[in-house]
Structures are given as C-alpha cells and as structure tokens.
C-alpha cells in the first residue's frame, strides 16, 4: 500500500507491467485478476497483460468480458 505520506513527496514511481500466462484458467482466472485489480498502485503506472496459450475452456471469453467491465481504470490487455 502507497502511504499518502509518501505520495505527497512526488516521488517517481515506476511503471508496472504484470505478466499473467494463462492457458485453461477458467476456474482460477477471475480470481487471479481480481486479485490484481486491488492492488493500490496507481492506475496510470500500472497494466495486466494476459498472454493466452490457446486455452480451450471459457479463459479468454472471460478475460475479455472484465476488460470490457472496466474494472479500476487498470489498463488490461489479452494476448491471445
């Protein structure tokens, strides 16, 4: 967790990419990126990229299905 304290000091942080593999994840997806969406980094530093390896379940439709929520304004992105 970012204190204020500490984000009133401007210090310049880092951007963030976090990188989820994924291949037959329905199960597990949902909670792995909720997980993720409550992080308290700031939004505009920080991106979820998902990298699908041809899941043959429901992984990838339901990845997309939170992009198009818009969940956080955390920039998300499905590689498939």
């Not at 401007?10 to 951007?15: A, D």
């Not at 997980?35 to 041809?54: A, M």
């Amino acid at each position: 967790m970012i204190k204020p304290e500490i984000a009133k000091e401007n210090l310049q942080l880092p951007s963030v990419s976090v990188i989820v593999p994924m291949y037959n994840e329905e199960k597990y997806i949902k909670t792995c990126l909720s997980s993720l969406f409550r992080q308290d980094y700031p939004n505009h530093l920080y991106e979820i990229i998902v990298l699908d390896g041809l899941s043959t379940d429901n992984s990838a439709h339901m990845v997309k299905k939170l992009i198009n929520t818009g969940i956080n304004n955390t920039k998300l992105i499905i590689v498939l």
